[in-house]
């Protein structure tokens, strides 16, 4: 045999292990790396879904308090009148209730609380409770509350001349026109 032939024959032999080699995977390792793939593919379809499922709740939130706000808006208006009204939105999802009721300050003194009465102001507490679906289908709850100075009803103040202790007029008596004041233009006063 040849120098050249033992080459070949070596060379046949590394080539016949390397075959061996490269015939491919077990069945048990095929099947393990199924299963790793399907648990890996479960937590994403769930970790998808969640995160779907919060798009729809953080949703439903952003319009009971868009619903509560302007609810709280239209209740700001004049005149404010103490009462309750009711109401739906969004097809009914989205109930609403704005309760108007007088309200003392904690730690109000008796003598602001008269004027107050005398010149026909008080404070009034609006509030504004929204109900809608929460996650799961349990029903949500949001409140709003602000608190607005307005004319009382049946105070004095409503009893008085026009223009006196509503706001308007800066507290005149009578209805002509206010002339603005004059300033010398030399310098000295008048």
């Given at each position: 045999m040849s120098r050249f032939d033992t080459r070949r024959g070596a060379m046949r032999r590394s080539a016949g292990s390397r075959a061996?080699?490269?015939?491919?995977?077990?069945?048990?390792?095929?099947l393990a790396a199924f299963v790793i793939l399907a648990l890996v593919v479960t937590a994403l379809f769930r970790l998808f879904g969640g995160a779907l499922a919060n798009v729809g709740v953080a949703e439903d939130a952003s319009r009971a308090v868009l619903v509560a706000e302007s609810r709280l808006a239209a209740a700001r208006g004049d005149p404010l009148r103490a009462g309750t009204e009711s109401g739906t939105e969004d097809e009914g999802r989205i109930a609403w209730t704005t309760r108007i009721e007088p309200w003392d300050a904690p730690g109000i003194s008796g003598e602001l609380s008269t004027a107050s009465q005398v010149l026909g102001?008080?404070?009034?507490?609006?509030?504004?409770?929204?109900?809608?679906?929460?996650?799961?289908?349990?029903?949500?709850?949001?409140?709003?509350?602000?608190?607005?100075?307005?004319?009382?009803?049946?105070?004095?103040?409503s009893a008085l001349a026009p223009g006196v202790g509503r706001g308007s007029g800066g507290g005149r008596t009578s209805e002509r026109p206010m002339t603005p004041p004059s300033f010398p233009t030399d310098g000295r006063a008048r």
């Amino acid at each position: 045999m040849s120098r050249f032939d033992t080459r070949r024959g070596a060379m046949r032999r590394s080539a016949g292990s390397r075959a061996g080699a490269a015939r491919g995977f077990s069945l048990l390792e095929v099947l393990a790396a199924f299963v790793i793939l399907a648990l890996v593919v479960t937590a994403l379809f769930r970790l998808f879904g969640g995160a779907l499922a919060n798009v729809g709740v953080a949703e439903d939130a952003s319009r009971a308090v868009l619903v509560a706000e302007s609810r709280l808006a239209a209740a700001r208006g004049d005149p404010l009148r103490a009462g309750t009204e009711s109401g739906t939105e969004d097809e009914g999802r989205i109930a609403w209730t704005t309760r108007i009721e007088p309200w003392d300050a904690p730690g109000i003194s008796g003598e602001l609380s008269t004027a107050s009465q005398v010149l026909g102001t008080g404070l009034y507490r609006i509030r504004v409770e929204v109900r809608y679906p929460g996650a799961g289908g349990r029903e949500r709850t949001l409140e709003l509350a602000s608190v607005k100075l307005a004319r009382r009803e049946g105070g004095l103040g409503s009893a008085l001349a026009p223009g006196v202790g509503r706001g308007s007029g800066g507290g005149r008596t009578s209805e002509r026109p206010m002339t603005p004041p004059s300033f010398p233009t030399d310098g000295r006063a008048r």
